[in-house]
C-alpha cells in the first residue's frame, strides 16, 4: 500500500492517472452509449456537473434545462461528480488530509463569479480541459483548437498576473 | 443509433451506478495525485515542471489508444471513431449549443478554451481539481463547485440562446 502512495505521489503519479481515466472513458462510453450518447462523453469535469444539476432540477421540478441525451434518457443523470467528491474525501481522509479551510466573504464572491463564469466558458466549448482530451483522442480536431485556447488563455492570465506583481500590486 | 456493451434497456438504468463508480476511482486517485489539466500548463508555462503536464499528455495518448482498441472489438459503440475521417476534419462532436455551423463552434472552442485556462489559473486549478480541493476541505473550493451549479442553470437559462443568437446574426 506505501508502494501505491509512493507512486501516486511521486512524478509518475499523474501518468498513471491520465492512464487510467482515459482507459476508464472508454469502458464507460462503451457501457453506457446505447443510452443516448454523446460520444467521447466518458468523463468530464463540467458537462457531468451540468447534467446532474440539471438533471436533478429537471426530475425535482419539472423543468427542461438542457443536458445530454444519456442523462435525458437514464433513470438518474451521471453522477459522476458525485463519485469525485466521495472518492476525494475518503482518499483526504485516509491520508488525514481532510481539513476545513474557511474562506472569506471576498474569496467566497471570487470562487463563485469564477464558477459560474467558467462553467459559460466550458459549455460553450461543451467540454472541461478532460473532455477536450477525450474529444481529441476520438479524432476531432476542434477540440485541439479548444486545447490551444486553453493553453493561451493560461498563458494569457500568468502574464497579466506577474505584470500586476512587477507594477507594484 | 449507436448499441453499446449493454441493452438500452439496461443502460438506463446503470448510467448512475456506472459512471457513479468510475467517479470515485477518479476521484480518489485525483486526491493522491493532485491531478490538475490548467495546473499542468500552468507549472509548464512559469517553471517547466512536467509533472502534471505528463498526466494530461498520458491522458490524451491513452484515449488514442483505449478508443482505437474498442473500436477494433466493438465497432458499434465507437462508431464514430475516428472522428475526423468518419464525420469530416472540421466537425464537433456533439456537447456545446446546436445547430451552428463549423467555424461558429471552432470560435466557440478556441473563446471557451481561453476563458476556462484564464479563469483555472486565478482559482488555482481546473473544476476537477475544484471537486478534489472540495472533497479536502477547501470551502473556496465549495463555493467555486456551487458556483458551477449556478451556472449550469444560467447557461440555459441566458448565454446558450444569447450567443445562438449572436453567432447567427454575424452569420455562422
Known sequence: MNNINDLLSGCRGPIVLGVIIGFLAAIVQGLTISAGGPEAY??????????????????????????????????????????????????????????IKHAQIKDVLIYFIGGVLLMQFGLLFGACPYRAALRLGYGEVVALFGIIGIVFGVWLALALITRSFKGGN | MAAGWISKELAVILVPLITLVSGCIIGYLAQKTGFCAIGGFRDYIMFRHTRLLHGFIAMIVTAIVAFFFFHMITPMAFENFPWLVTKGVLSSVPGAPADLSQMAYIILAVIGGIGMGAIGVYVGGCPLRQFVMTAEGSMKSLWFVVGMAVGSVIFYLVTAGFVVGLMKSMGL
Open chain 1, 42 to 99: 466518458g468523463f468530464c469535469a463540467l458537462c457531468h456537473t451540468r447534467d446532474l444539476v440539471n438533471g436533478i432540477l429537471n426530475i425535482a421540478l419539472g423543468t427542461s434545462y438542457g443536458l445530454a441525451p444519456v442523462s435525458k434518457a437514464a433513470i438518474l443523470p451521471v453522477l459522476t461528480m458525485i463519485g469525485v467528491l466521495i472518492g476525494g474525501v475518503i482518499a483526504a481522509k485516509m491520508s488525514s488530509e481532510f481539513r
